[in-house]
Every structure is written in C-alpha cells, then in structure tokens.
C-alpha cells in the first residue's frame, strides 16, 4: 500500500496530473478543452481531434492559453513524447490551471492506434445544446457535425494537401457544393463520400454534371434534418464579373437546432448580405480576384455582423490585420491549406 501511494503521489502535482493514454482518451468528449503545445509544423502533420494548437517554445504561450482557455474547466494538455506537455502543465498550473498530462505523449496515443487528425476542429453549441464540430478541411472544404450526422461542404481531394475522403472521413449524409469550379466540384471526392443516402444540395449547373442531387436557386429553402437556404454569390468588379455570376453559384446558410451558419461560397460584399440575420458562424472568402479583397471582407462581416468570423478560400493573402479591423467580433484566423 505504501508504494502503491508513493506512485500516485508522483504523478500528481499542484493542479496536475499526469494520466495514462486511457485516461486521456476517456476523458475527451467534444466539449474538453485540449491543448497541443507541440510545434505548428507537428501539428499540421497530424493531431488529436478537437486540439488546439500553442507551442510551448514560443515567447507569449501562457497568455495565448490565458486567450484561448478559461480556468473554470481542467485542461488536458499533450505533446510529442510527455515532456514539453509536462513542463507546459507545470507553468499552468502555477497560473491557476487544473491541467491533466498525457504520459507518453502523441507518439503513446498513435502507438495504440488511436484516431488522430490533419485539420483543426472549431467546436460550437446549438442553443438546445446539441454540439457541432466544423473540421477545417483545406480551402473551402469543410465537413459539419451535428447529431451523429456528416455534412461536407465543397469536398476537394486534389487541392493543396491531399485528402483522402474514403479513409479520412465517415460517408457523407449531406453534400453541399456551391458551384461548378475545380476547388469547389469534385466529382471523384463526392464519390468518395457517397453512399446510398446521401443528399447532394447542389445549383442547377453542378447537378447537371453530377447527374443527380437536389438543385437549389438562390433563396430557395429546403428542410432536411436541418435547415438550408440558398442565398446569392457573385462578383461585383469590373472585369471580374465573368468569375462568379450573379444568379448562378449559392451561398448557403444552415440552421441547425437554432444554430446559424452562413457559407458565403465565391462572392464579393453584396447588398443581399445586409439581409442575414442572427448568424453565428461565417465563412467568407478573401482572395482576389476571384472573391473578396481584406477590405471587402471587413465591410461584408460589418453588414452580417456574426458572432464568430472564420475567414476560409484565402490562400496567401495577408489576414493578420482582420481581426484589428473588427473590434469586438470573434475573429478566428485558421490554418486552411
């Protein structure tokens, strides 16, 4: 009994605990906050579904985890191997933390074959308190969780990182494609995810070429297990009008449980998006000459105003400056390639 009690004791510090692969793994459910403090290069190589990223060697991480984490839930905290993590939860701990240490770290978790990921996972509430897990595919590829169900959003295999949808991730029971061009309709991707009863909601054009699905229009409405409608996406620039339309391609904006979300698709800062409202999460593109410029990106978040802006379809365009643009608005700059 002795040793016994020696040995829990030296797994426990002030506020931290450090615990087994199964410990960590029974531990995670959608709404457990997890904290990879590997490097972002690690990270971007695989990760733990739902972590976020702060590396521990960078010089601001505790007030990135202050920014990031509240203290009012443990926070459960891995590295590569258990040290960097172990030191991480060490100086947490002294910040008030209740930090629980995965021993073994993520070379132990793939080691028991454990499922990780490529993509980072925003996670959201409906307001019946149904969870929802957006991944952040690539680009303008997206995949919704929402009660046990998969909804992709402009699924794109060969496009910067290679996606493999046939082992990555479950058969889709939605689709959604916006329009026709390459990095949105990818009909070897979409065969990838389909199963007998997936619903393609798709425009006219790409369910002519898909040859199936259900076509909607702009401001058409659709009721499935959660609710669509098909707003308006095209240009507006001189010379660029010939991109995008107007009348052709959809937006689209989902409502699930009471939960708001708009996918603006390729589009400029139309009028027709002073008319959205009550949105929670949006996706709006910032590339020219394609989509939006920074400056359009921030006029068309002033006329949504959602809670959280999560700006996708940007490639090398510099967005440091966004969220400075757009005092208080939740303004998150994710990794999208």
Not at 291 to 307: D, F, G, L, S, Y
Request: net charge negative; proline share 5%.
């Amino acid at each position: 009994m002795l040793f016994s009690l020696l040995g829990l004791f030296s797994c426990k510090g002030q506020n931290v605990n450090h615990i087994s692969v199964d410990g960590f793994a029974a531990a995670l459910t959608p709404e457990t906050p997890v904290l990879d403090v590997r490097t972002a290069e690690e990270f971007e190589e695989g990760h733990i579904r739902g972590a976020e990223n702060i590396d521990w060697f960078q010089p601001d991480f505790v007030d990135s985890v202050k920014a990031a984490f509240g203290k009012d839930r443990p926070l459960y905290v891995y590295c590569r191997s258990g040290r960097r993590s172990a030191a991480a939860a060490e100086k947490l701990a002294k910040e008030g933390y209740t930090v629980y240490n995965m021993q073994g770290g993520y070379l132990a978790w793939t080691e028991q074959g454990r499922e990780v990921t490529r993509y980072e996972v925003e996670r959201f509430t409906t307001p019946k308190g149904t969870p929802v897990e957006i991944v952040l595919i690539k680009h303008a590829s997206l995949e919704i969780r929402f009660g046990g169900l998969s909804i992709q959003v402009d699924p794109v295999a060969e496009l910067g990182k290679k996606t493999n949808y046939a082992t990555e991730f479950p058969k889709a029971d939605y689709i959604l494609v916006t329009h026709e061009h390459f990095d949105h309709f990818d009909q070897a991707a979409i065969g990838a995810l389909k199963k007998e009863e997936t619903i393609l909601v798709t425009n006219a054009r790409c369910a002519d070429m898909a040859g199936w699905g259900r076509a909607l229009s702009n401001g058409d409405k659709a009721r499935f297990a959660f609710d669509i409608e098909a707003v308006p996406a095209y240009n507006t620039t001189e010379g660029h009008l010939q991109f995008h339309p107007q009348g052709r391609d959809n937006g689209y904006v989902l409502t699930l449980d009471g939960l708001r979300i708009y996918i603006a698709g390729d589009t400029e800062d139309i009028p027709q998006m002073a008319d959205l409202k009550d949105i929670d999460i949006a996706f709006l593109p910032c590339n020219q000459p394609y989509t939006m410029t920074v400056e359009q990106c921030v006029h068309a978040a002033q006329m949504i105003r959602p809670k959280v802006l999560i700006p996708y379809h940007f490639g090398d365009t510099d967005l440091s400056g966004l969220p400075a643009q757009l005092p208080g608005m939740d303004v998150r700059l994710r990794s999208l390639r």
